[in-house]
């Protein structure tokens, strides 16, 4: 076996470890801070979006039972209200590609990602448990970049990417595919569109796995 070929093979080994390690803690703690984030990630896109068609934030809330919400008022309410699901993709998808640059200092990545998320907690976040997620996970954040090492801090930007991916497809089968008269950004937009609930789930859940696809393969080749 020759030396390319035993990289990829190792990638392989790792996701899968990765993978299964995920699929088995989905529901404990280990990767509880994990999906808050995502869905942090998720509100945040909405906001961004609201802010950059001329609209206002509000608050946004997060509560334990990973479940948020942004209030917005003008802006584009249609690229609004789409920004969420594909925002925590796209999110995903730059931190993959953040972890493999060889160019980008992943630890100032990730002590970015701690400020950011310390900042955004402070502006926008009005929910107890929100406020108290956002501050600690910033700082853990910032914590992990000063003190582990580039390896370390790419793994943690790899694993926060993927993740954020994963939960992306995952988050969409639950909330709109398996419950389509559930009241999610999906629902809203058939309100308003016309188009139906499942509709925008099928085409957000095909793009968020063709992202995920992508993302693997890219990572894959480059092992």
């Not at 690229?79 to 493999?100: D, I, K, N, P, Q």
């Amino acid at each position: 076996m020759n030396a390319a070929t035993s990289r990829k093979v190792k990638f392989l080994v790792g996701f899968a470890v990765y993978f299964g390690a995920l699929w088995l803690l989905w529901d404990t703690p280990v990767v509880y801070p994990l999906k808050i984030f995502v869905v942090l990630l998720h509100e945040t896109s909405h906001a961004i979006v609201a802010l950059a068609t001329g609209g206002a934030v509000h608050a946004i809330t997060l509560n334990a039972q990973q479940g948020g919400a942004t209030f917005t008022s003008g802006g584009n309410r249609f690229l609004t209200l789409s920004a969420g699901y594909l925002g925590s993709l796209a999110w995903g998808a730059l931190m993959v590609e953040a972890s493999r640059s060889r160019r980008i200092p992943s630890k100032l990545v990730n002590a970015l990602i701690g400020g950011l998320v310390i900042g955004l907690t402070a502006l926008y976040v009005r929910s107890t448990f929100g406020v108290i997620f956002g501050i600690t996970f910033g700082a853990a954040m910032i914590a992990y970049s000063r003190k582990m090492s580039v390896a370390l801090n790419k793994g943690l930007l790899l694993v926060l990417g993927m993740t954020s991916a994963l939960y992306a497809i995952l988050d969409i089968r639950s909330d709109i595919l398996q419950r389509p008269n559930a009241m999610s950004d999906a629902h809203m937009l058939a309100q308003m569109t016309g188009v139906p609930t499942m509709a925008w789930g099928i085409l957000w859940i095909v793009i968020a796995l063709a992202v995920t696809g992508l993302l693997f393969w890219r990572a894959y080749r480059d092992a």
